[in-house]
Protein backbone atom coordinates (compact mmCIF):
# COMPACT_ATOMS: atom_id res chain seq x y z
CA UNK A 1 0.00 0.00 0.00
CA UNK A 2 0.96 3.38 -1.06
CA UNK A 3 2.06 6.11 1.82
CA UNK A 4 -0.77 8.48 2.37
CA UNK A 5 0.79 11.70 -0.05
CA UNK A 6 3.14 9.78 -2.08
CA UNK A 7 0.90 10.77 -5.45
CA UNK A 8 2.23 14.15 -4.72
CA UNK A 9 5.57 13.58 -3.95
CA UNK A 10 5.91 11.31 -7.03
CA UNK A 11 4.54 14.23 -9.52
CA UNK A 12 6.44 16.82 -8.04
CA UNK A 13 9.59 14.46 -8.64
CA UNK A 14 9.00 14.04 -12.21
CA UNK A 15 7.78 17.57 -12.60
CA UNK A 16 11.12 18.43 -11.16
CA UNK A 17 13.22 16.88 -13.84
CA UNK A 18 11.34 18.02 -16.60
CA UNK A 19 13.52 21.08 -18.18
CA UNK A 20 11.56 23.69 -20.30
CA UNK A 21 13.83 26.21 -22.34
CA UNK A 22 12.21 29.40 -21.78
CA UNK A 23 9.78 28.01 -19.30
CA UNK A 24 7.04 27.58 -22.43
CA UNK A 25 4.04 26.64 -21.02
CA UNK A 26 5.23 26.71 -17.66
CA UNK A 27 2.57 27.89 -14.95
CA UNK A 28 4.89 29.94 -12.39
CA UNK A 29 1.75 32.05 -10.87
CA UNK A 30 -1.95 32.48 -10.47
CA UNK A 31 -3.03 35.72 -11.49
CA UNK A 32 -6.47 37.58 -11.43
CA UNK A 33 -5.13 40.47 -13.18
CA UNK A 34 -5.10 39.29 -17.13
CA UNK A 35 -4.00 36.39 -19.25
CA UNK A 36 -4.11 36.63 -23.08
CA UNK A 37 -6.98 34.34 -24.49
CA UNK A 38 -4.73 32.12 -26.88
CA UNK A 39 -7.91 30.20 -28.92
CA UNK A 40 -9.83 33.72 -29.48
CA UNK A 41 -7.67 36.26 -29.82
CA UNK A 42 -9.23 38.44 -27.01
CA UNK A 43 -7.52 40.45 -23.95
CA UNK A 44 -9.34 41.27 -21.06
CA UNK A 45 -8.32 43.40 -18.15
CA UNK A 46 -9.77 42.03 -15.23
CA UNK A 47 -12.57 40.30 -17.09
CA UNK A 48 -12.99 43.57 -19.28
CA UNK A 49 -12.02 43.95 -22.72
CA UNK A 50 -9.60 45.99 -23.79
CA UNK A 51 -12.15 47.33 -26.71
CA UNK A 52 -14.46 48.58 -24.33
CA UNK A 53 -11.87 50.53 -22.46
CA UNK A 54 -10.16 52.09 -25.71
CA UNK A 55 -11.79 55.52 -26.29
CA UNK A 56 -13.49 55.18 -23.46
CA UNK A 57 -11.43 55.75 -20.46
CA UNK A 58 -8.40 57.35 -19.94
CA UNK A 59 -5.24 55.09 -19.30
CA UNK A 60 -4.69 56.53 -15.92
CA UNK A 61 -8.32 54.87 -15.15
CA UNK A 62 -7.25 51.75 -17.09
CA UNK A 63 -4.27 51.70 -14.58
CA UNK A 64 -6.57 51.15 -11.54
CA UNK A 65 -8.33 48.42 -12.72
CA UNK A 66 -6.01 46.75 -13.26
CA UNK A 67 -4.36 47.77 -10.09
CA UNK A 68 -7.44 48.24 -7.72
CA UNK A 69 -10.37 46.46 -9.57
CA UNK A 70 -11.72 49.62 -10.10
CA UNK A 71 -11.80 52.88 -12.51
CA UNK A 72 -11.44 55.17 -9.69
CA UNK A 73 -9.59 57.09 -8.68
CA UNK A 74 -6.94 55.22 -10.74
CA UNK A 75 -3.52 56.54 -11.27
CA UNK A 76 -2.55 59.96 -9.29
CA UNK A 77 -0.78 62.40 -10.89
CA UNK A 78 3.30 62.76 -10.64
CA UNK A 79 4.62 64.13 -7.92
CA UNK A 80 6.89 67.06 -8.41
CA UNK A 81 10.15 65.25 -9.83
CA UNK A 82 13.61 66.84 -11.28
CA UNK A 83 15.63 64.06 -13.75
CA UNK A 84 19.14 64.95 -12.99
CA UNK A 85 21.18 65.12 -16.14
CA UNK A 86 18.66 63.44 -18.38
CA UNK A 87 21.13 60.82 -20.51
CA UNK A 88 19.74 60.54 -23.55
CA UNK A 89 19.00 56.85 -23.03
CA UNK A 90 15.49 56.51 -21.50
CA UNK A 91 15.30 52.76 -20.23
CA UNK A 92 18.39 53.55 -18.31
CA UNK A 93 17.10 56.90 -16.75
CA UNK A 94 14.11 55.22 -15.95
CA UNK A 95 15.68 52.03 -14.60
CA UNK A 96 18.58 54.14 -12.23
CA UNK A 97 15.73 57.27 -11.40
CA UNK A 98 13.39 54.66 -10.24
CA UNK A 99 15.65 52.76 -7.93
CA UNK A 100 17.12 55.73 -6.23
CA UNK A 101 13.07 56.75 -5.64
CA UNK A 102 13.14 53.68 -3.32
CA UNK A 103 15.91 55.51 -0.81
CA UNK A 104 14.68 59.33 -1.62
CA UNK A 105 11.51 58.46 -0.40
CA UNK A 106 11.97 55.72 1.88
CA UNK A 107 9.92 53.60 0.36
CA UNK A 108 9.34 50.47 3.16
CA UNK A 109 10.59 46.70 1.91
CA UNK A 110 6.83 44.73 0.91
CA UNK A 111 7.64 42.09 3.79
CA UNK A 112 7.48 45.08 6.24
CA UNK A 113 4.37 47.49 4.88
CA UNK A 114 0.58 46.50 4.36
CA UNK A 115 -1.16 46.40 1.64
CA UNK A 116 -2.88 49.75 1.19
CA UNK A 117 0.91 51.25 1.90
CA UNK A 118 2.32 49.01 -1.17
CA UNK A 119 -0.26 50.17 -3.53
CA UNK A 120 0.05 54.04 -2.77
CA UNK A 121 3.78 53.55 -3.16
CA UNK A 122 3.21 51.56 -6.33
CA UNK A 123 0.80 54.66 -7.69
CA UNK A 124 3.11 57.33 -6.72
CA UNK A 125 5.74 55.21 -8.79
CA UNK A 126 3.67 54.41 -11.81
CA UNK A 127 3.01 58.15 -11.89
CA UNK A 128 6.38 59.46 -11.51
CA UNK A 129 7.81 56.84 -13.94
CA UNK A 130 6.04 58.67 -16.87
CA UNK A 131 7.31 61.63 -15.90
CA UNK A 132 10.63 60.66 -15.89
CA UNK A 133 10.48 59.13 -19.41
CA UNK A 134 9.00 62.69 -20.11
CA UNK A 135 11.73 64.46 -18.79
CA UNK A 136 14.63 61.60 -20.39
CA UNK A 137 13.04 62.03 -24.04
CA UNK A 138 13.11 66.03 -23.71
CA UNK A 139 16.48 65.80 -23.04
CA UNK A 140 19.71 67.80 -21.57
CA UNK A 141 19.72 70.81 -23.99
CA UNK A 142 16.15 72.39 -23.22
CA UNK A 143 15.17 73.63 -19.53
CA UNK A 144 12.20 71.78 -17.77
CA UNK A 145 8.77 72.25 -18.78
CA UNK A 146 7.27 74.21 -15.84
CA UNK A 147 4.69 72.53 -13.49
CA UNK A 148 1.92 74.85 -14.07
CA UNK A 149 2.10 73.97 -17.91
CA UNK A 150 1.68 70.46 -16.83
CA UNK A 151 -0.85 71.12 -15.00
CA UNK A 152 -2.90 72.24 -18.00
CA UNK A 153 -3.50 68.82 -19.14
CA UNK A 154 -6.04 66.66 -18.10
CA UNK A 155 -5.05 63.35 -19.19
CA UNK A 156 -2.02 60.99 -18.65
CA UNK A 157 -1.33 61.04 -21.97
CA UNK A 158 -1.34 64.94 -22.65
CA UNK A 159 0.26 65.85 -19.24
CA UNK A 160 3.08 63.32 -20.20
CA UNK A 161 3.37 65.03 -23.77
CA UNK A 162 3.33 68.56 -22.33
CA UNK A 163 5.90 67.59 -19.96
CA UNK A 164 8.11 66.11 -22.78
CA UNK A 165 7.24 69.18 -25.68
CA UNK A 166 5.54 71.82 -24.05
CA UNK A 167 2.42 71.43 -26.09
CA UNK A 168 0.07 68.35 -26.44
CA UNK A 169 -1.51 67.63 -29.94
CA UNK A 170 -4.35 66.13 -29.77
CA UNK A 171 -3.75 63.71 -31.93
CA UNK A 172 -0.70 62.57 -30.70
CA UNK A 173 -2.87 62.25 -27.07
CA UNK A 174 -5.49 59.79 -28.54
CA UNK A 175 -2.11 57.43 -30.60
CA UNK A 176 -0.35 57.60 -27.19
CA UNK A 177 -3.51 56.90 -24.82
CA UNK A 178 -4.75 54.07 -27.25
CA UNK A 179 -1.23 52.14 -27.00
CA UNK A 180 -1.01 52.49 -23.29
CA UNK A 181 -4.11 51.13 -23.06
CA UNK A 182 -3.34 48.02 -25.63
CA UNK A 183 -0.38 47.34 -23.86
CA UNK A 184 -0.82 47.61 -20.08
CA UNK A 185 -0.85 44.42 -19.35
CA UNK A 186 -0.17 41.21 -20.86
CA UNK A 187 0.24 38.24 -18.34
CA UNK A 188 3.75 37.00 -17.37
CA UNK A 189 5.83 37.94 -19.64
CA UNK A 190 9.35 38.98 -19.01
CA UNK A 191 9.36 42.20 -17.16
CA UNK A 192 6.18 41.30 -14.91
CA UNK A 193 7.56 38.11 -14.06
CA UNK A 194 10.58 39.97 -12.90
CA UNK A 195 8.90 42.34 -11.21
CA UNK A 196 7.10 39.47 -9.47
CA UNK A 197 10.02 37.68 -8.99
CA UNK A 198 11.83 40.41 -6.78
CA UNK A 199 8.52 41.44 -5.21
CA UNK A 200 8.47 37.87 -4.02
CA UNK A 201 11.48 38.38 -2.25
CA UNK A 202 9.70 41.18 -0.18
CA UNK A 203 11.93 43.96 -1.45
CA UNK A 204 10.37 47.60 -1.76
CA UNK A 205 8.63 48.95 -4.80
CA UNK A 206 10.89 51.13 -6.27
CA UNK A 207 13.38 47.99 -6.34
CA UNK A 208 10.69 45.71 -8.32
CA UNK A 209 9.52 48.42 -11.07
CA UNK A 210 12.92 49.38 -11.72
CA UNK A 211 13.96 45.12 -12.04
CA UNK A 212 11.20 45.26 -14.56
CA UNK A 213 12.64 48.22 -16.20
CA UNK A 214 15.98 46.53 -17.19
CA UNK A 215 14.24 43.36 -18.22
CA UNK A 216 12.03 45.32 -20.85
CA UNK A 217 15.08 46.76 -22.13
CA UNK A 218 16.02 44.22 -24.10
CA UNK A 219 15.11 44.13 -28.02
CA UNK A 220 13.20 40.86 -27.47
CA UNK A 221 10.76 41.92 -24.95
CA UNK A 222 10.09 45.90 -25.64
CA UNK A 223 11.92 46.96 -29.05
CA UNK A 224 10.05 45.40 -31.80
CA UNK A 225 8.38 48.14 -33.04
CA UNK A 226 11.25 50.07 -33.95
CA UNK A 227 12.25 47.17 -36.20
CA UNK A 228 8.76 47.56 -38.15
CA UNK A 229 9.42 51.18 -39.69
CA UNK A 230 12.69 50.79 -41.55
CA UNK A 231 10.64 47.46 -43.59
CA UNK A 232 7.71 50.03 -44.52
CA UNK A 233 9.97 52.58 -45.59
CA UNK A 234 11.35 49.81 -48.03
CA UNK A 235 8.24 48.66 -49.16
CA UNK A 236 7.13 51.95 -50.25
CA UNK A 237 10.15 52.89 -51.96
CA UNK A 238 9.85 49.37 -54.41
CA UNK A 239 6.50 49.67 -54.28
CA UNK A 240 5.98 46.25 -54.20
CA UNK A 241 4.86 44.46 -51.19
CA UNK A 242 4.56 40.92 -52.76
CA UNK A 243 7.91 41.11 -53.79
CA UNK A 244 9.27 42.37 -50.51
CA UNK A 245 8.04 39.54 -48.54
CA UNK A 246 8.51 36.94 -50.88
CA UNK A 247 12.40 37.92 -50.92
CA UNK A 248 12.97 38.04 -47.14
CA UNK A 249 11.01 34.40 -46.87
CA UNK A 250 13.26 33.31 -49.59
CA UNK A 251 16.15 34.31 -47.50
CA UNK A 252 14.28 32.46 -44.16
CA UNK A 253 13.54 36.29 -42.61
CA UNK A 254 11.11 36.95 -40.90
CA UNK A 255 8.39 39.69 -41.10
CA UNK A 256 8.36 41.73 -38.02
CA UNK A 257 5.02 42.61 -36.74
CA UNK A 258 3.83 38.45 -37.53
CA UNK A 259 3.43 35.72 -35.87
CA UNK A 260 3.07 35.37 -31.74
CA UNK A 261 4.04 32.99 -28.75
CA UNK A 262 0.82 32.75 -26.87
CA UNK A 263 -2.32 33.80 -29.74
CA UNK A 264 -3.13 31.43 -32.31
CA UNK A 265 -5.84 33.80 -33.40
CA UNK A 266 -5.62 37.31 -34.41
CA UNK A 267 -3.70 39.79 -31.61
CA UNK A 268 -6.53 41.47 -30.35
CA UNK A 269 -4.63 44.34 -29.74
CA UNK A 270 -3.86 44.69 -33.50
CA UNK A 271 -7.28 44.99 -34.26
CA UNK A 272 -7.31 48.50 -32.17
CA UNK A 273 -4.11 49.99 -33.27
CA UNK A 274 -4.80 49.46 -36.80
CA UNK A 275 -8.05 51.17 -36.77
CA UNK A 276 -6.45 54.20 -34.34
CA UNK A 277 -3.57 54.78 -37.20
CA UNK A 278 -6.48 54.93 -40.20
CA UNK A 279 -8.15 57.09 -37.79
CA UNK A 280 -5.64 59.06 -36.97
CA UNK A 281 -4.67 59.55 -40.86
CA UNK A 282 -1.28 57.77 -40.38
CA UNK A 283 0.91 58.65 -43.35
CA UNK A 284 2.17 54.92 -43.26
CA UNK A 285 -1.10 53.55 -43.09
CA UNK A 286 -1.83 52.60 -46.59
CA UNK A 287 1.95 51.01 -46.95
CA UNK A 288 1.28 49.26 -44.19
CA UNK A 289 -1.91 48.22 -45.06
CA UNK A 290 -0.27 46.97 -48.15
CA UNK A 291 2.26 44.82 -46.39
CA UNK A 292 0.18 43.45 -43.84
CA UNK A 293 -2.12 41.72 -46.78
CA UNK A 294 0.78 40.97 -48.61
CA UNK A 295 2.57 39.34 -45.41
CA UNK A 296 -0.55 37.46 -44.39
CA UNK A 297 -1.00 35.93 -47.49
CA UNK A 298 2.50 34.57 -48.24
CA UNK A 299 2.87 33.11 -44.54
CA UNK A 300 -0.54 31.70 -45.29
CA UNK A 301 0.65 29.95 -48.75
CA UNK A 302 4.18 28.37 -46.79
CA UNK A 303 2.16 27.56 -43.70
CA UNK A 304 -1.09 26.91 -44.10
CA UNK A 305 -1.05 24.78 -40.98
CA UNK A 306 0.35 26.83 -38.78
CA UNK A 307 -1.61 30.50 -37.73
CA UNK A 308 0.46 33.34 -37.91
CA UNK A 309 -1.20 36.94 -37.87
CA UNK A 310 -0.39 40.35 -37.45
CA UNK A 311 0.45 40.85 -33.94
CA UNK A 312 0.93 44.00 -31.75
CA UNK A 313 3.82 45.25 -32.45
CA UNK A 314 3.39 45.86 -36.17
CA UNK A 315 0.76 48.64 -36.43
CA UNK A 316 2.14 50.25 -32.58
CA UNK A 317 5.10 51.08 -34.74
CA UNK A 318 2.20 53.01 -36.98
CA UNK A 319 0.66 54.76 -34.65
CA UNK A 320 3.41 55.71 -32.45
CA UNK A 321 4.73 57.21 -35.37
CA UNK A 322 1.70 59.12 -35.48
CA UNK A 323 2.77 60.44 -32.44
CA UNK A 324 6.40 61.32 -33.74
CA UNK A 325 7.65 58.88 -31.38
CA UNK A 326 11.74 58.49 -32.62
CA UNK A 327 11.94 54.46 -32.95
CA UNK A 328 14.88 54.77 -29.78
CA UNK A 329 11.71 55.88 -27.58
CA UNK A 330 9.97 53.07 -27.82
CA UNK A 331 11.07 50.83 -24.96
CA UNK A 332 10.26 53.74 -22.66
CA UNK A 333 6.46 54.17 -24.22
CA UNK A 334 6.27 50.47 -23.55
CA UNK A 335 7.41 50.96 -20.39
CA UNK A 336 4.96 53.49 -19.31
CA UNK A 337 2.21 51.67 -20.22
CA UNK A 338 3.66 48.67 -18.46
CA UNK A 339 3.99 50.25 -15.29
CA UNK A 340 -0.19 49.42 -14.65
CA UNK A 341 0.48 45.78 -15.54
CA UNK A 342 3.55 45.47 -12.91
CA UNK A 343 2.26 47.55 -10.36
CA UNK A 344 -1.08 45.14 -9.86
CA UNK A 345 1.25 42.13 -10.63
CA UNK A 346 3.57 43.27 -7.43
CA UNK A 347 0.38 44.26 -5.41
CA UNK A 348 -0.52 40.64 -6.48
CA UNK A 349 2.30 38.51 -5.58
CA UNK A 350 2.61 40.80 -1.96
CA UNK A 351 -1.01 39.17 -1.14
CA UNK A 352 -0.84 35.91 -2.52
CA UNK A 353 3.01 34.90 -2.99
CA UNK A 354 5.47 32.92 -1.81
CA UNK A 355 9.24 33.36 -2.19
CA UNK A 356 10.10 32.22 -6.01
CA UNK A 357 13.08 30.15 -6.23
CA UNK A 358 12.84 27.86 -8.93
CA UNK A 359 15.81 24.83 -9.47
CA UNK A 360 18.26 24.50 -12.21
CA UNK A 361 19.66 20.93 -13.35
CA UNK A 362 23.58 21.19 -13.03
CA UNK A 363 25.28 19.69 -16.32
CA UNK A 364 28.97 20.87 -15.57
CA UNK A 365 31.86 19.23 -14.39
CA UNK A 366 31.94 16.39 -11.87
CA UNK A 367 33.67 16.79 -8.78
CA UNK A 368 37.21 17.58 -9.12
CA UNK A 369 40.37 18.66 -7.43
CA UNK A 370 41.33 22.66 -7.34
CA UNK A 371 44.84 21.42 -9.27
CA UNK A 372 43.25 19.97 -11.97
CA UNK A 373 41.42 23.26 -12.40
CA UNK A 374 44.49 24.66 -14.39
N1 LIG B 1 7.91 35.74 -40.42
C1 LIG B 1 8.28 34.64 -41.09
N2 LIG B 1 8.16 33.39 -40.61
C2 LIG B 1 7.63 33.25 -39.40
C3 LIG B 1 7.20 34.35 -38.63
C4 LIG B 1 7.37 35.64 -39.20
N3 LIG B 1 7.00 36.74 -38.55
N4 LIG B 1 6.71 33.92 -37.45
C5 LIG B 1 6.83 32.58 -37.48
N5 LIG B 1 7.39 32.18 -38.65
C6 LIG B 1 7.69 30.81 -39.06
C7 LIG B 1 9.07 30.41 -38.55
O1 LIG B 1 10.06 30.73 -39.49
C8 LIG B 1 8.92 28.93 -38.34
O2 LIG B 1 9.10 28.30 -39.58
P1 LIG B 1 9.94 26.93 -39.71
O3 LIG B 1 9.17 25.93 -38.86
O4 LIG B 1 9.92 26.62 -41.17
O5 LIG B 1 11.30 27.22 -39.15
C9 LIG B 1 7.46 28.77 -37.91
O6 LIG B 1 6.77 29.92 -38.41
C10 LIG B 1 7.31 28.69 -36.41
O7 LIG B 1 8.13 29.70 -35.81
P2 LIG B 1 8.34 29.83 -34.24
O8 LIG B 1 9.33 30.91 -33.97
O9 LIG B 1 8.60 28.51 -33.65
O10 LIG B 1 6.87 30.24 -33.82
P3 LIG B 1 6.36 31.02 -32.60
O11 LIG B 1 4.88 31.05 -32.73
O12 LIG B 1 6.92 30.52 -31.35
O13 LIG B 1 6.96 32.49 -32.87
C11 LIG B 1 7.51 34.74 -32.73
C12 LIG B 1 6.57 33.63 -32.26
C13 LIG B 1 6.92 36.10 -32.26
C14 LIG B 1 8.90 34.56 -32.10
C15 LIG B 1 7.63 34.73 -34.27
O14 LIG B 1 6.36 34.74 -34.84
C16 LIG B 1 8.49 35.88 -34.81
O15 LIG B 1 9.71 35.78 -34.82
N6 LIG B 1 7.84 36.99 -35.28
C17 LIG B 1 8.58 38.12 -35.83
C18 LIG B 1 9.11 39.04 -34.73
C19 LIG B 1 8.02 39.81 -34.01
O16 LIG B 1 7.09 40.33 -34.61
N7 LIG B 1 8.15 39.91 -32.69
C20 LIG B 1 7.21 40.57 -31.84
C21 LIG B 1 6.34 39.59 -31.15
S1 LIG B 1 5.04 40.35 -30.22
Known amino acids: MRAPGSAAVLYRAVTMTEFKPGLEGVVAFETKIAEPDRE ?189 LPMLDEVASTGDPAAYVRDLLDRRGRIMGFGHRVYRAEDPRSGI ?28 RRKPDYVIATNVEFYSAVVLDVADIPPDLTPAMFACSRVAGWAAHILEEKRTGRLVRPSARYVGPPARSLESVG
Not at 167 to 191: F, M, Q
Not at 289 to 297: G, I, K, M
Open 40 to 228: GGALRYRGVDIEELVGHVPYEKVWGLLVDESLEPGMPDPEPYVLESPSGNAPSDLQSATARLSSEWKLGKLVDIDDDQARDDLARLSATMMSIVAQSARGADRPPVPDDVVEQGDTAAEKFLLRWRGEADPRHVKAIDTYWICTAEHGLNASTFTARVTASTGADCGAAMSAAVGALSGPLHGGAPARV
Open 273 to 300: LKRTAKELESPRFEVAEALEEAALAELQ
